[in-house]
């Protein structure tokens, strides 16, 4: 909804995820071992020649036979098969499922015709995105809802919390788990491929909207127009027992390949689409994100949305900070690149931060010498005056050499808006690297520092279409416009990058003329 030449936004690394500049949780992709989860296909997978890797503790394909730049181009020139039954597929029932969902979402799910889909989001009271998920008003009475597989378990127990307190006060509305396969078929002759084994006229199906029929003599599908590519395509929930046969009547059409994880990342971003966990999360809006659009204009009328008096005001007002594009030439960008001004210079938004003492990552005593702020580390130094010393730290040494180590009132990253005191001795001694080390630095604050939360990039790649770098980033709110000139911080190099209009490769869509 949501990695050379093209290594793309894949990182083969441990398994799991590993904390991010502010908060923001990195995701991997890794090896694992024969106790992840498994879709249905996983046997076909292995037969076909996939290469397995461990993606949000399932066991996925990141790519076949095809490179991963070959599969990415062949899905934009002709169409891929992708699996993605690793995605959570829930039916909502009741008299009450639209009240229920619009508990929990910002869209207007009211408005939905029949058999029509919406993309939205799951938000909290703070107004942070827990999940992106579509959701769809079928004609057989119920909601037809698919969300993010890493969020699977965290999505799962927020609706049976929410359908349980509404049973609770007298609702009707009741959960029920899809088991069925989903399949993503996804390239501009995805749909001549899947026309020949459907009676329905596909040319009347429009982007977002959905329909239940038989595949290729597969009854009890159900086909939507939607996918994470940008290209024309359909999604098909298949009952599980006949889903290798489906998939192995599609690849009967020489058009039609698979592909994996690679590929639908780098084609997702292309497209400029969110991937969760990493161009969103809890700790950012849809304002912030972009994503005014998912808010349906009765909802925000109404207010009536989880986290709806922090997002709506932000609408017409000014956010501290904001989801661009970012196309640059040069060597790749990858997440939790430092976006810089074009001098070099860290940008960001300013947050208080109050430190408490302890925790200092092993630079002396507990203290607050080492503030660990990814991609920035800071040592903040206060020999007993009101003057602090910063510097860089290349993680994970708390050594800096003296060319990093920058003085001035506050330092270019830290604005003083209280007091601070030393209590205890604090020095900067030579360590055996040639850098400098710190080795007790007690600091008691009577307010707080406030801090600078660099930009940083959330996803990046090289574009196989475009032959330049294209990325995903946040940037304080007036260099959001279209045409501002940043840089990415790449190996310790300043690289310039434009802010750019998304998607970088342009949609195809089908809607109805």
């Known amino acids: 909804m949501l990695r050379a030449g093209c290594r793309a936004a894949l990182r083969v690394g441990p398994r799991g995820r590993e904390p991010g500049a502010g908060g923001r949780r990195r995701r991997y992709y890794s090896s694992g071992p024969d106790s992840l989860k498994q879709t249905p296909l996983h046997a076909f997978h292995r037969q076909q020649g996939g290469r397995m890797v461990n993606f949000a503790g399932w066991s996925m394909p990141v790519q076949y036979a095809l490179s991963h730049l070959e599969s990415h181009l062949h899905t934009r020139q002709h169409c891929s098969l992708f699996d993605v039954s690793h995605m959570l597929q829930t039916k909502v029932f009741g008299r009450d499922r639209v009240k229920f969902m619009e508990s929990l979402v910002v869209g207007d799910i009211a408005e939905l015709k029949p058999d029509q889909g919406t993309l939205s989001l799951f938000t909290n009271e ?132 698979l592909a994996g994880l690679a590929a639908r990342d780098s084609l997702r971003l292309e497209a400029g689409l969110c991937l969760y966990g990493n161009d969103i999360d809890e700790t950012t809006t849809p304002v912030e994100a972009a994503l005014v659009w998912t808010l349906g204009k009765r909802r925000r009328v109404a207010m009536d949305f989880p986290g709806a008096r922090v997002i709506v005001p932000q609408i017409k007002g000014k956010v501290k900070r904001k989801r661009v594009g970012l196309i640059s030439t040069g060597p790749p960008i990858r997440p939790h690149m430092p976006i810089l001004s074009p001098e070099g210079r860290p ?112 996803s990046g790649c090289p574009s196989p279409c475009l032959k330049k770098n294209v990325a995903m980033g946040y940037v304080e709110g007036e260099q959001s416009r279209v045409g501002t000139v940043l840089a990415v911080e790449v190996r310790k190099k300043s690289c310039p990058a434009l802010v750019t209009r998304m998607p970088f490769v342009p949609t195809r869509y089908h809607t109805l003329k």
């Open 126 to 257: 703070e107004g942070g995105i827990l999940d992106d998920l579509i959701v769809t008003s079928t004609s057989e009475q119920h909601l037809y809802v698919v969300s993010n597989a890493g969020c699977r378990e965290k999505d799962w127990a927020l609706m049976q919390g929410r359908a349980e307190e509404l049973r609770a006060a007298g609702g009707d509305v009741h959960l029920e788990v899809s088991e069925n396969v989903l399949l993503a078929l996804q390239g501009p002759s995805a749909v001549q491929v899947l026309q020949t084994g459907v009676s329905d006229d596909l040319a009347k199906l429009p982007f977002m909207s959905s329909a239940a029929m038989g595949v290729f003599g597969v009854p009890g599908c159900r086909v939507t127009r939607c996918g994470y590519t940008g290209e024309d395509g359909v999604e098909i929930s298949v009952p599980v027992g006949r889903a290798v046969e489906l998939v192995e009547l599609l690849l009967r059409d020489p058009q039609v390949q």
């Open 347 to 458: 940008i960001g938004r300013w947050g208080a931060q109050k430190w408490p003492l302890g925790g200092c990552l092993g630079l002396a005593t507990p203290s607050l010498a080492c503030l660990h702020w990814p991609p920035f580390p800071l040592l903040c130094h206060n020999p007993g005056g009101r003057t602090l010393t910063l510097a860089r730290l290349a993680w994970p040494s708390p050594c800096v050499t003296k060319s990093n180590l920058q003085s001035s009132q506050a330092g270019p990253h830290v604005k003083e808006e209280g007091t601070a005191a030393c209590v205890g001795s604090a020095h900067l001694g030579p360590s055996s690297g040639g850098g400098w080390l710190a080795h007790t630095a007690v600091l008691t604050l009577t307010h707080h520092l406030s801090l600078l939360c660099p930009g940083e990039v959330t």
